[in-house]
Structure formats: C-alpha cells, structure tokens
C-alpha cells in the first residue's frame, strides 16, 4: 500500500513513518521543515532516527496547491495519513495566523486533493484540545465541544467539520484522532517532557502551570502510532476517536517521576494557570477500544524514562 504521510518529519510523523515502513508499506513523506521550533531534530528524525528505511522524502507545504497537484499527479497513493499541523496551543495566541493558514487552508487543500485526484481515504490528527472547557469526565466523542479555549482548538475541530462535510459531499472516507499529550523518545522541544528534562539536567528552574495541579492523559508515541495503524487499516464513513492513555497523571506526579529517573530535584516556579489552558484531560478510549482494537500499554514512569534514555544518548550526556 503506497501512502502519502504529511508531517513526516515531525514527532508523530516520523515514528508513524517508521511503523508503515516496518509493515512494508511505501510511504511518501511531506514536511516544510518550519523553525517552530530548531530544525535540526526534525532534520535528524529523517537522518538518523528513519535511517536505513527506503521513502520517498518531499520538501513542501501543504498550503502550496501547485505543489501538492504535482505529488498527486505524480503518484498512485492509496490512502492519506494527514499529520501535519501548527502544533502549540500558547504559540496561537501570539501567531493565529499560523493557525489558520496551516491547519484549516493546508488540511483543505489536502481534502481538496483527495477530491480531485483520490484517494477516498484520510486519516487526520485531530487533538484532545477540541474539548476545551468540558468538565465531564472522562472526554467521550459524544460530547459536547462548543466551548474551545484557544485557536488551537479552533482549527482542529474545523478539521473535523471539514472532514464531516468532505464525507457527506463527495465521499472521502475518514477517521479524525483526537490525541491526548503524547509523549517519548524523538518528542517535541517546546513540549513540557523535553523542557523539563533540559532544564534540570541544567539547572535551571522550570514553569510549572496551574501551581503544578494540571492534569494530563499523557499517552506514549508507540501507543498512539498503533491508533494511527489501526486507523489506517479501518478507514471507513466519517469517525472521530480519542487516542489517549486512559487515565490522567498531575503534573507534579509527572516532574516527580522525572526527577526520579534523572536523581535531581528540579527548582520550580510556580506560577497561575495560562491563557488556554485546560485543567484536567482525560480520555475515554471504549470506542477506539472496540473499534480499532486500541489497547495502550505504556505507564508514564516507563515512557519517561524511555523518553530520557533517548535525550541523554541524543545529547551525547
């Protein structure tokens, strides 16, 4: 199976890519290498990290139709696996611009072509941010979302209108992932893991939002790579389905089990809960569960110290 995989130099992109690649599917990769954050990783994903794996490498933005009409035009693609994306929710409030021209214009253009070239398939990042101000817990898909908290949010529940109304006009079959704080090796530098990780090993003195009572659902990247597969192999209507570990973990236990794997204690600046933020995720996985065969296995003291046997190899510390 030949797929076309957005956002292959990213964090998710890039273990998902290694996972297709292992399955031996033909897999090409489009990313715009943007400085959101320091190239160089994702640049070292592709070389190092998907070293020895044969792919189809593209340099391009998914916001440039006469780049994407060429990849279509050029290639038999069978099915779309759409993780490209401006990632951040506190990025938005300084750049919606970003937002709106990556995340809605570039995932209607890829609609778009799939529209006029095939195939009739997406599989697209979606994000648990789409729940906003819920207080019900656990986040089932059923609920209500009308109350985002930032223009994150915004434009991924726009996706999944777009993907509804792709659906319903023309057909394209998809599946929307609503991933909770993934997390692991190859992760982000502006996520909380990788900053916290750096700045203890440095000295120097982290943020801790919401005086440390945030709660996340923090979910392992091999855990939700197997969504993604799973996903992929089971594209059919228009679904939308939460990928997350199942169980929420404080944001202080969290540092906590980073201290204890890197022996150091790390010197905390409290501070209020930000602008967008949310308090507390947590997602109920019963319909991806029975429906895709999603079973996550990853606890966060394995994937942090995972994530951190991989940052003090990569560091070279």
Same mark, same amino acid.
């Given at each position: 199976m030949t797929i076309l995989l957005t956002g292959i130099a990213g964090f998710i992109g890039s273990h998902t890519a290694k996972k297709l690649l292992e399955r031996g599917h033909k897999v090409i990769g489009i990313d715009n290498f943007n400085d959101y954050y320091d190239p160089k990783i994702k640049e070292d994903r592709i070389k190092t990290?998907?070293?020895?794996?044969?792919?189809?490498?593209?340099?391009?933005?998914?916001?440039?139709?006469?780049?994407?009409?060429?990849?279509?035009?050029?290639?038999?693609?069978?099915?779309?696996?759409?993780?490209?994306?401006?990632?951040?929710?506190?990025?938005?409030?300084?750049?919606?611009?970003?937002?709106?021209?990556?995340?809605?214009?570039? +995932?209607?253009?890829? &609609?778009?072509?799939?529209?006029?070239? *095939?195939?009739?398939?997406?599989? @697209? #990042?979606? /994000?648990?941010?789409?729940?906003?101000?819920? +207080?019900?817990?656990? &986040?089932?898909?059923?609920?209500?979302? *009308?109350?985002?908290?930032?223009? @994150? #949010?915004? /434009?991924?529940?726009?996706?999944?209108?777009?993907?509804?109304?792709?659906?319903?006009?023309?057909?394209?079959?998809?599946?929307?992932?609503?991933?909770?704080?993934?997390?692991?090796?190859?992760?982000?530098?502006?996520?909380?893991?990788?900053?916290?990780?750096?700045?203890?090993?440095n000295d120097r003195p982290i943020d801790v939002f919401n005086m440390g009572n945030h709660k996340r659902d923090f979910t392992y990247i091999d855990d939700i790579v197997s969504g993604i597969v799973a996903a992929l192999d089971n594209c059919n209507g228009c679904e939308i389905y939460n990928l997350g570990y199942g169980s929420p973990t404080s944001l202080s236990d969290y540092i906590f089990l980073i201290e204890k794997r890197l022996r150091r204690e790390a010197r905390k600046n409290y501070l209020p809960l930000q602008p967008g933020d949310v308090e507390q995720t947590y997602a109920d996985i019963t319909k991806a569960r029975n429906k895709l065969g999603f079973d996550p296995k990853v606890k966060p003291e394995e994937g942090i110290n995972n994530f951190i046997d991989w940052y003090l190899d990569y560091n070279k510390i």
């Open positions: 990290f998907l070293s020895g794996f044969d792919f189809d490498l593209l340099r391009g933005d998914i916001t440039d139709n006469n780049f994407l009409d060429k990849v279509f035009l050029s290639n038999k693609i069978d099915i779309i696996c759409h993780l490209a994306a401006q990632a951040g929710v506190r990025y938005s409030l300084e750049n919606p611009g970003v937002y709106i021209n990556t995340n809605i214009l570039g +995932t209607n253009n890829i &609609f778009e072509m799939a529209r006029k070239h *095939g195939p009739n398939k997406i599989v @697209y #990042a979606s /994000s648990s941010s789409v729940y906003g101000g819920n +207080t019900k817990m656990p &986040f089932s898909e059923i609920d209500d979302i *009308g109350s985002p908290l930032a223009l @994150y #949010a915004v /434009s991924k529940r726009t996706n999944e209108l777009q993907a509804k109304a792709y659906n319903h006009l023309f057909g394209i079959n998809s599946i929307g992932l609503r991933f909770f704080t993934v997390y692991g090796p190859w992760g982000r530098p502006d996520m909380a893991l990788f900053k916290f990780t750096e700045a203890i090993l």
